[in-house]
């Protein structure tokens, strides 16, 4: 016996409110006693010319997709695309970025190379490919924000979900006839069968609860709480006792204000006289350099002696007077332009009297006598002298045999 029923409704969203199914027939749906009858019917189903249909079971069914000829699922495919999205566009950002928009030099390496990408690359790749995938999922797939459908509610649905398994034939098949399909499900040895409803004629106009006020301030009221949750865990509560151990220290931090002193610097210089092990005192600090003249160089001229110069010297004066001594710094601009250390004051300076500089200051130029130590200056006097010697050279400073082409060593 065919068995109608029509369902009532009961509650499924707010501007629903239809106490009987109005709409279209949906489907023919059949209930099956036993996990055997339904796959057999459902292979029978999947051979029949029916092929808008579907299979319920309350568990999963071993071989039901087989049973039922599905085709693979396009989901694989889906995501592929969205990983692809990724890709493009980490490369196409990460290009933008460091190749364009904030180029910065790193070491002499190109602003933008694939090597380095990759992390961000596949980041984003995995990213866009699962994200994507799922709200591609709820609203292509599930049809979101549509939140019902016409099996909802339903005595078969109970059923399906609980104690029997079920196959629905729908009414969107283009072979789908009432009594034929009913005849058919029932020649499968199905135990009940009956008819399903649409709610109303036209559901696509029914308003879903999604975009409902209520709906919508309690999301917002979620993210509310949760910033203001977020936030004061982050500022207040991790700087409370016990939380603050590790940041509330007894320490000063670098560059910052300190009540303690009275000059109010929390940095601090050595007290005035101190001599630092290994070092001895400048006994010219501060006199007038017409005094350094007889200081002589201890340093011998090695190798080694110019390696240690060369490297304080960039390390410490570089930033000002450029890597050849030429003022033509990276600071450029944003200091006061050292004079060019290749002029003739320079030259004719005696080593003291630049060892005397470095201790000292020049006006704007600060004293260095913190930072380099005393064999570290001497050092630098070496080198600075092998930079002036370096850009002054002379024909006969070539060895003999390694003149320039095409011409006589003049001075011979
Ligand atoms: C913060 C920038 C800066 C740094 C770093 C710096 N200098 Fe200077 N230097 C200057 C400026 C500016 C002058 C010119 C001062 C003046 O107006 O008399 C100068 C002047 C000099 C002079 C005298 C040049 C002249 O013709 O009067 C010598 C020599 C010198 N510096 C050596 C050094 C050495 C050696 C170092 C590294 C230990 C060093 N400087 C580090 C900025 C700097």
Same mark, same amino acid.
């Given at each position: ?16 409110k ?12 059949a ?23 579907d ?16 085709k ?63 709200i ?23 059923r399906?979900?609980?104690?029997r ?93 300190? +009540?303690? /002193?009275? &000059? #109010? ?5 050595? *007290?005035? @006289?101190?001599?630092?092990?290994? !070092? ?36 410490f ?29 320079? +030259?004719? /300076?005696? &080593? #003291? ?5 470095? *201790?000292? @200051?020049?006006?704007?130029?600060? !004293? ?45």
């Open positions: 016996m065919l068995k109608k029923i029509k369902q009532k409704i009961v509650e499924v969203n707010v501007d629903l239809i106490d009987e199914r109005s709409g279209e027939i949906y489907a023919v749906a209930l099956f006693e036993t996990p055997d009858s339904i796959f057999h019917a459902a292979e029978k189903v999947g051979k029949s010319k029916y092929s808008k249909y299979i319920h079971t309350p568990y999963p069914i071993h071989g039901m997709d087989d049973a039922m000829r599905l693979p699922t396009k989901l694989g495919f889906v995501t592929f695309i969205f990983g692809l999205l990724g890709v493009i566009i980490a490369l196409l950002m990460i290009g933008y970025m460091s190749g364009i928009d904030y180029r910065n030099i790193i070491g002499g390496k190109p602003f933008f190379a694939l090597p380095p990408s990759m992390p961000v690359a596949f980041e984003l790749t995995v990213l866009f490919a699962a994200l994507l995938t799922i591609f999922t709820l609203f292509v797939f599930n049809k979101l924000p549509k939140i019902f459908h016409p099996l909802m509610d339903t005595e078969y649905m109970k399906v979900s609980t104690d398994y079920g196959i629905v034939i729908e009414a969107e098949d283009k072979n789908f006839d009432k009594d034929k399909v009913t005849e058919f499900l029932k020649s499968l040895g199905s135990s009940e069968i009956s008819l399903i409803y649409k709610f109303t004629k036209d559901e696509d106009k029914i308003k879903t609860p999604i975009f409902d006020l209520k709906f919508i301030g309690l999301l917002a009221g979620v993210a509310v709480i949760t910033a203001i949750g977020t936030y004061i865990i982050l500022n207040k509560v991790i700087y409370t006792t016990p939380f603050d151990w590790m940041t509330d220290q007894f320490r000063v931090n670098a560059q910052t204000q300190s +009540k303690f /002193f009275e &000059d #109010g610097f929390g940095m601090r210089l050595p *007290v005035e @006289g101190t001599v630092s092990k290994g !070092s001895s005192q400048y006994k010219f600090k501060g006199m007038p350099d017409s005094l350094v003249k007889n200081l002589s160089n201890p340093l011998p001229v090695t190798k080694e002696v110019f390696a240690r110069g060369k490297q304080k010297y960039e390390t004066c570089s930033s000002c007077h450029g890597y050849y001594g030429k003022g033509d710094s990276r600071l450029k601009g944003q200091y006061p332009n050292p004079p060019t250390l290749h002029s003739e004051k320079i +030259k004719n /300076f005696k &080593d #003291g009297n630049i060892y005397h500089i470095i *201790v000292n @200051g020049q006006n704007v130029m600060p !004293s260095y006598s913190k930072q380099i130590s005393p064999d570290d200056r001497w050092a630098i006097v070496h080198y600075i002298r092998a930079l002036l010697r370096s850009q002054n050279a002379l024909d006969n400073d070539f060895p003999p045999g390694n003149e320039r082409p095409g011409e006589e060593n003049k001075n011979k």
